[in-house]
Nanobody, 121 residues
Framework: QVHVVESGGGLVQPGGSLRLSCTAS????????MGWYRRAPGKERELVAT???????VYTDSVKGRFTISRDNAKNTVYLQMDKLQPEDTDVHYC???????????????WGQGTQVTVSS
């Protein structure tokens, strides 16, 4: 069994910063891409940023230059440093990990429970 757990959300003023963390644990052989997605009320879940096991990152246009994704492979953990936050960044943020659970298997998507990020004065 695999668990994906996020932490680090909360309330911050416009222009402030937050750092999200996400750790995968359990029966893990390897992890391919890890990433962050977000969903505003009434909208579809959308990509924020992803990072490969080798450290190559992709960002959605609206967060480029403000957010930084990183990962610690030894800890099965991915981070999202969010700077210069704006009210439109208010969303539930979800962690995704593409995890291989045994040597000859393919990867499957595992999701965290979501963490609320609220940007408001």
């Amino acid at each position: 069994q695999v668990h994906v757990v996020e932490s680090g959300g909360g309330l911050v003023q416009p222009g402030g910063s937050l750092r999200l963390s996400c750790t995968a644990s359990g029966r893990i052989f390897s992890i391919n891409d890890m990433g962050w997605y977000r969903r505003a009320p009434g909208k579809e879940r959308e990509l924020v940023a992803t990072i490969t096991s080798g450290g190559s990152a992709v960002y959605t246009d609206s967060v480029k230059g403000r957010f930084t994704i990183s990962r610690d492979n030894a800890k099965n953990t991915v981070y999202l440093q969010m700077d210069k936050l704006q009210p439109e960044d208010t969303d539930v943020h979800y962690c995704n990990a593409k995890i291989v659970t045994w040597r000859w298997g393919s990867s499957n998507d595992y999701w965290g429970q979501g963490t609320q990020v609220t940007v408001s004065s």
